[in-house]
């Protein structure tokens, strides 16, 4: 396995593999890499083929940060993640110092898929997600590049910038990777401790109330009950519960089909989730 640390020393190394014709899937990650991961490589593997490359970027992105103290606490477990892609057969780990120059001046806004929801909670986050996928599959140059159906409103974002924006990149959702208990696999529940860890189920209970209550047409105040079931657990806080339409975003009324997010505070650590009712 080969780490590259330079962005300007990945991008000739994607130029070499464009000559000779290989087949490259990209996972762009933030680190502290987990399950949901695993799987991700997986896909990409098989988008690549066996001769193919399979490249991990570990990079986090100060620009999709709205908090400096959320920034400063994502974990950074990088010898961890090293183990962790060598084990699961990936070619070329990705780890720039930053991506950034010390002046850009250059950002990509999408104005439509990242309203609301994440977009409206935490400002910025979107501009920063659009940018720096953009400079990963130009310095990568992948032919395709996946990304976690968990993250469904980056990932809308991901396909309509790839669409706009021409990317030559194939986008490729992946299915949500789920602990026994219904829990998402993500980095951050590493900052959850062990009551925490237990509450944040709450995030699952309420997908699976809100599905009921869908299959038994009991809709009426759906929203306040979904956040009063979580709110009694001691530390957890809703941020906001909706359901959208799984294209564009807009807010729908609950039915058979849609989808469901949520983001939800369990201590000091947001979580979010979504998935179809």
Same mark, same amino acid.
């Given at each position: ?170 986008? $490729? ?33 309420? $997908? ?70």
């Amino acid at each position: 396995m080969k780490i590259i640390r330079n962005p300007a020393a990945m991008q000739r190394q994607s130029q070499r593999w464009q000559r000779e014709g290989a087949r490259v899937g990209l996972v762009p990650t933030m680190g502290a890499l987990h399950a949901g991961h695993a799987s991700l490589i997986r896909r990409a593997r098989k988008v690549a083929g066996a001769k193919g490359i399979v490249v991990v970027s570990i990079y986090v992105n100060p620009t999709q940060f709205n908090d400096a103290k959320d920034l400063r606490a994502y974990p950074r477990p990088l010898a961890a993640d090293k183990k962790f892609c060598r084990a699961e057969g990936v070619d070329v780990v990705f780890a720039p110092k930053s991506l950034y120059e010390n002046d850009a001046s250059t950002a990509i806004d999408e104005t439509a898929v990242s309203l609301g929801m994440e977009g409206e909670s935490r400002p910025g986050h979107f501009r920063g997600v659009a940018t720096v996928v953009v400079k990963l599959c130009n310095l990568v140059q992948p032919s395709a590049a996946i990304f976690g159906e968990k993250d469904w409103q980056q990932a809308a974002l991901i396909r309509r910038v790839a669409r706009d924006l021409n990317l030559p990149a194939r986008i $490729i959702v992946a299915p949500t990777v789920r602990a026994a208990d219904g829990l998402a696999c993500s980095s951050r529940n590493v900052l959850l401790n062990e009551s925490e860890r237990q509450q944040a189920t709450a995030l699952w209970q309420a $997908i699976g109330l809100a599905r009921a209550a869908v299959r038994n047409g009991n809709l009426r105040g759906l929203k306040r009950r979904l956040i009063l079931s979580i709110e009694q657990h001691l530390t957890a806080k809703v941020d906001y519960v909706e359901f959208f339409d799984k294209k564009m975003m807009r807010p729908v009324k609950p039915m058979k089909g849609v989808r469901m997010a949520l983001a939800v505070f369990i201590g000091k650590t947001r979580l979010i989730d979504n998935a179809r009712l």
